[in-house]
């Protein structure tokens, strides 16, 4: 069993923003909260938070409800994790609170959109 840390968790189809308690490190337990077979991490933070997300969610028929993030270009569909990073590139508690959070979330409901894929250059 790994480490519990603490998550929050943003739900489009209830409309929830929420503390939650996660295994960091199982993978599992990642893909039962969110609801998915295969995640991604988007929306990386300058302070090291980010979202873990259904990779596979604008593939669904029909797309789950959206939300739109502040700190990220394209809606989000489906359940999303914030969660924060450290220096080994461990998932950790995220940096930034449920307020902050909540200000920075807003529901979009059912909209559609269309697959796409980003290729970023690390250089």
Request: hydrophobic letters at 40%; aromatic letters at 8%; one cysteine or more.
């Amino acid at each position: 069993m790994s480490k519990l840390i603490k998550a929050i968790s943003i739900d489009p189809t209830k409309r929830t923003i929420e503390e939650v308690e996660i295994e960091a490190r199982n993978l599992g337990v990642l893909y039962n909260h969110i609801g998915c077979r295969t995640i991604d991490f988007v929306c990386r933070m300058p302070n090291g938070d980010a979202l873990i997300v259904d990779d596979e969610a604008l593939l669904s028929d029909p797309q789950p409800p959206a939300f739109k993030f502040a700190y990220f270009l394209h809606h989000i569909h489906g359940i999303a994790l914030v969660v924060g990073s450290n220096k080994n590139g461990h998932t950790i508690e995220p940096k930034l609170t449920l307020q902050q959070v909540r200000n920075l979330t807003k529901f979009l409901g059912e909209v559609r959109t269309e697959p796409f894929m980003n290729v970023l250059s690390w250089e």
